[in-house]
């Protein structure tokens, strides 16, 4: 396996996981609590929507800094 080979896989799995994550957030800001009250693994539904965000953003961080890396050409094929 190659170095690209090896961020594509990054870029690709970051991209699929972010799908998932924002689809689990709810646009009433009830989060994880909506969906079978699942919320009861965090100490409360806000709590589970920081939670949430922060895995959201960090998600994004990468796929996005890997869409560049990709798309720059910077790594050898």
């Known amino acids: 396996m190659t170095v ?5 896989i990054l ?7 972010l799908i998932v994550v924002v ?3 709810s646009p009433k800001g009830d989060g994880l609590g909506g969906i079978g009250g ?3 693994l ?4 806000k709590s589970a ?4 965000n922060q895995i959201t953003w960090t ?6 800094g890997t869409t560049i890396v990709l ?3 910077w790594l050898v094929k």
């Open 23 to 25: 689809l689990l957030h």
């Open 71 to 73: 798309s720059a050409g």
């Open 49 to 52: 929507e920081k939670t949430l």
């Open 42 to 45: 965090f100490t409360s539904a």
């Open 11 to 17: 870029w690709t799995v970051a991209g699929a996981l």
């Open 4 to 8: 690209v080979q090896l961020v594509e």
């Open 59 to 64: 998600l994004t961080a990468i796929f996005l």
């Open 38 to 40: 699942q919320a009861q």
